[in-house]
């Protein structure tokens, strides 16, 4: 048979798919086998393509404006003949270019590397169990079990499809999720429908289904289209885009001081390469030419600082945007409180238990359920009817929810496993968080002589009449669950639901729920002929209430210290659950997120509000119970309009789109789906809400530091563009040369910044209101700092300087470069703080400062120092007495900080 003839995998049933990939649909590949094949065919990876695409990044460094600039001055000193200078500049420019680009580069590998630790796993059964394995060890041939939110990590046959619906658009650009099934179809089925098949890269929306895989990597469908798909960009901070704005700015302002030192040259008559050598001058000192290299450096580095904190930060704006939320918007379940849960209370009809700690006996056991009938289905209906499994080892796996269901029904000697094996699952409509409930179908033994004693009894006499049959059992929140059922079993008797037996029913989940306690609702029914169960719309109706299982789960003991920092910092806590609203409230108030008389706003609430009306709610909403994810979305939107920055969490595939809609989406790093983690911005590691508020505390910290590097080194320039315009005003020659200039921005200037990075947190952070998003970069009091500290160096550098030039002296202008390098060295480590005094703050708390101040003032002295630097940048020997001056220069500079410090500090005093 020649190759084109095989039928392809769609074509084939599974077991044919699975015999010519050797491999076994329910034991899966043997572990060796797997391995064998992994080494064979190299990991389940798309080409490893750089994705962050260093050419570009370094292109990017020689469009820059102010590199341009730089080139344009390059070009005119050999123009005017000063070859050196020419040459010197231009391997400023290449060397800055290269450094600009290293950093940028290594910042960006940084947060691919952040991002791949987001990396999707897959279940796959091997040797007939199955394991959590990164995706990318996925191997032809194994079988992998795929749930709702799960990427498909490799082109696959399905052997089951339970309610299967697949988001294809990354693959066929198809929006609408396609139906899937298992049956065999026509060989000649395009791509797109090829409902047999599920392919890497998509996503299941809903369901739960088992693929045999058939293809991995590139060899996968997606390895096709690829190229198409690579466009992780990486694009740039709105901070970074700001910044780019203030340094075109600059230039232009740059720009204009030119034509008018120009023209004033001009009118006195100066030479044309006087006058172009001070245009050049000008502008280069215009320029911080380190700045946005140091901007991006420190980002990635509170990325750094945000992953120990258990937030990954998968893209970048996420650090600075953090810093300005203002709402955070959290799930309840695992994020405020600890995702263990217990059951702790049975009720049914007429009766309650509440059950003895675990360990203990009391009521408990076997023996407690004989002649009680209904208690027993109650707990063999909440363990069948859940996903949750007891691995070799006896622990159990699965969604705590449902584990708590297996305990229970395992403490009255109702073990899933046994259960199973006389009603074995045939069938399920899987939960969702819309529906809030999941059902499961199970097959009775068709012959009567079969059923073993105890499930006649589990069953009730009336039920075992039909042996053959099915049996369903549902179970989840009370209120939509009432709605499916007509009749309750009352101590083994089937009564008709009326309206006594619903308030019955309500009354008791709402007084569980008010004691914190989750509850979820349990019913049954039974089809004596297996063709009359009907299709999954129809289901989930005609049931017969069993009763309640209360469970509960504690609240995170380190969440209620979270909650006291976020109120002190201005960020309100918001809780979104699917929970009941007395349940959510009742956990609410226990972790001091609300008052005593709290109420929650439920999903119904919202249904009948407009959006402004719902605007208005919001804002004084700290609770929202029985939500659906659409109700986030929502929620989200109009905390958005009423101007707040919003974080909201989320785990399921609904939560995508709320979590693309917030200012950071961010996705639970445990319980999270792949399709909310693709589309968040932070991935919570440990699922803690904690973690959210010390992220909120980085990012703060990161912003904060970034301002402060920015006004040192805007005061630099500032001063450096005065004074080059003083000087011809002065009649004086030109003050600096373009290469000492470029000299104090880019060493003396950057150096240090790179330490402000690590500034620690200035106390009382999370102690004043978030920073507005787009606030200034230069802080409160925007330009008036800065000039005032610009027009200090000035003064404090040019004054002293002009009076040696007037006396003649050589030196006078080596004295200018190095007091100003001096001077803004000392006042780095005044900038630290806008509040605090330096002494306070302490001279050597942060390190790093002190070395890399340490290391640019040996630099400063060699350049004098040394002869060959001392000609390059033509500078004169200095005497002791010029040192004492320029050191004298220095520490006054640092006073004029620190006084000016005080002062606002006690007028802010004075006016509050
Ligand atoms: P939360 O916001 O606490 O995470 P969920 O969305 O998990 O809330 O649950 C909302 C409601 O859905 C619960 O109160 C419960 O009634 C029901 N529910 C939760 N998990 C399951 C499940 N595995 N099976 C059936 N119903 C469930
Ligand atoms: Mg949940």
């Known amino acids: 048979m020649s190759e084109d003839r095989v039928p392809p995998w769609h074509a084939l049933v599974p077991e044919t798919v699975a015999e010519r990939l050797g491999t076994d649909p329910v034991r899966g590949l043997e572990a060796t086998e797997a391995q064998r094949r992994l080494k064979i065919h190299g990991p389940n990876e798309l080409d490893p393509d750089d994705p962050v695409r260093p050419w570009r990044i370094l292109l990017a460094q020689f469009t820059a404006p102010m590199v341009l600039l730089l080139a344009g001055a390059g070009v005119l000193s050999a123009a005017l003949g000063d070859v050196p200078e020419a040459l010197v500049i231009f391997l400023v420019v290449v060397l800055n270019a290269w450094i600009g680009f290293r950093q940028e580069h290594r910042a960006e590998r940084a947060m691919a590397a952040l991002q791949e630790m987001a990396t999707p796993m897959a279940t796959v059964v091997r040797g007939g169990t199955s394991h959590e394995i990164p995706a990318r060890e996925v191997v032809t041939g194994d079988v992998v079990q795929l749930g709702a939110g799960a990427r498909v990590p490799g082109d696959g046959r399905l052997v089951s499809a339970h309610a299967v619906r697949v988001d294809e658009a990354a693959l066929t650009g198809e929006s609408v999720p396609v139906d899937k099934q298992v049956s065999a179809l ?44 690579r466009d992780a960009e990486v694009g740039r901070t709105p901070l970074q885009q700001r910044l780019d704005v203030l340094v075109r700015r600059l230039a232009l302002a740059a720009g204009a001081i030119v034509v008018v030192v120009m023209g004033l040259g001009a009118a006195r008559g100066e030479p044309i390469d006087t006058l172009l050598l001070t245009a050049v001058s000008v502008a280069v000192a215009a320029i911080p030419e380190s700045l946005p290299a140091v901007v991006t450096v420190t980002l990635a580095l509170g990325a750094g600082r945000m992953q120990r904190r258990r937030s990954l930060i998968r893209r970048l704006y996420a650090v600075e945007t953090l810093g300005s939320v203002t709402t955070i918007c959290s799930d309840k379940t695992g994020t405020l409180t600890q995702n263990e849960m217990t059951v702790v209370v049975l009720d049914m009809a007429g009766e309650r238990h509440d059950l003895p700690e675990p360990g203990s006996n009391g009521d408990v056991g076997p023996a407690a359920l004989r002649g009680r009938p209904t208690l027993r289905l109650l707990l063999a209906g909440g363990a069948l009817c859940s996903d949750a499994t007891r691995s070799d080892d006896g622990t159990l796996l699965g969604d705590p929810t449902e584990t708590a269901l297996v305990a229970v029904a395992d403490r009255y000697g109702l073990p899933k496993a046994q259960l199973e094996e006389v009603t074995p699952r045939v069938g399920e409509l899987p939960f969702d968080s819309e529906r809030k ?30 042996p053959g049959g099915r049996l369903t059992f549902t179970k989840g929140a009370l209120d939509g669950l009432l709605a499916c059922c007509d009749t309750v079993d009352v101590g083994g008797e089937l009564v008709e639901l009326d309206e006594s037996l619903r308030e019955r029913a309500l009354a008791a989940a709402a007084q569980l729920a008010r004691e914190g306690v989750r509850v979820l609702g349990v019913a049954m029914r039974v089809y004596p002929d297996p063709l009359q169960v009907p299709d999954d719309e129809h289901v989930e109706s005609g049931l017969t209430l069993l009763g309640l299982e209360g469970m509960t789960d504690p609240a995170r003991p380190e969440v209620r210290d979270a909650i006291a920092v976020c109120r002190a910092a201005g960020v309100k806590p918001i809780m979104i659950t699917g929970d009941h609203p007395l349940t959510a409230t009742a956990i609410a108030r226990d972790l001091g997120l609300v008052g005593g008389g709290a109420t929650a706003a439920t999903g119904a609430d919202l249904e009948r509000l407009d959006d402004a009306a719902l605007a208005q709610l919001a804002a004084t909403t700290s609770v929202y119970a029985r939500v659906s994810p659409e109700d986030k979305l929502r929620i989200v939107g109009a905390l958005q309009r009423e101007g707040e920055v919003v974080a909201m969490t989320g785990d399921g595939v609904n939560d995508a789109p ?61 001063a450096e563009v005065a004074i080059m315009v003083l000087g011809p005003l002065m009649a004086m020659p030109l003050p600096l040369v373009p290469l000492q200039i470029l000299w104090l921005n880019l060493v003396t200037d950057g150096l240090p910044a790179m330490a402000f990075a690590v500034e620690p947190a200035e106390r009382g952070v999370m102690e004043r209101p978030p920073t507005p998003l787009g606030a200034s970069l230069l802080g409160r009091d925007r330009g008036r700092r800065l000039i005032t500290r610009g027009a200090a160096l000035t003064v404090l550098t040019f004054v002293p300087t002009f009076v040696l030039w007037q006396a003649d002296d050589e030196a006078w202008q080596t004295v200018l470069f190095t007091s100003i390098a001096f001077a803004e060295l000392a006042g780095s480590f005044g900038m630290r703080s806008e509040r605090v005094p330096l002494a306070r703050l302490g001279v050597f708390s942060n390190r790093l400062l002190v070395v890399a101040v340490a290391a640019t003032l040996v630099l400063q002295v060699l350049l004098v120092v040394l002869a060959p630097a001392r000609d390059l940048l033509d500078l004169e020997p200095l005497t002791s007495g010029h040192w004492l001056l320029i050191v004298a220069i220095a520490f006054a500079y640092l006073a004029v900080i620190e006084a000016d410090k005080a002062i606002s500090a006690r007028r802010r005093y004075t006016a509050s």
Do not use: C
């Not at 996503?203 to 690829?226: F, K």
């Not at 409930?437 to 039909?466: I, K, N, Q, Y």
């Not at 445990?670 to 973690?691: E, H, P, R, Y």
């Open 186 to 229: 026509h060989p000649g089925a395009p791509l797109a429908e090829r409902t047999s098949m599920v392919y890497a890269g998509t996503s299941l929306v809903a369901g739960r289904a088992t693929m045999v895989t058939t293809a991995t990597g590139m060899e996968a469908e997606l390895g096709r289209v690829a190229g198409l798909l």
């Open 437 to 466: 409930r999941m059902t499961t179908v199970h097959a009775l033994p068709t012959d009567t002589a079969a059923v073993p004693g105890w499930l006649s009894e589990l069953l009730g006499v009336e039920h075992l009449t039909a």
């Open 658 to 718: 709320a979590l693309k809609q917030a200012d950071i989406g961010i996705a639970m790093g445990i319980t999270g789906t792949d399709v909310a983690k693709d589309a968040s911005d932070m991935v919570l590691q440990d699922d803690n809400f904690a973690s959210i508020v010390a992220a909120v505390g980085e990012g703060r910290v990161v912003f904060d530091n970034i301002r402060k590097f920015i006004r040192n080194i805007l005061s630099g320039n500032l």
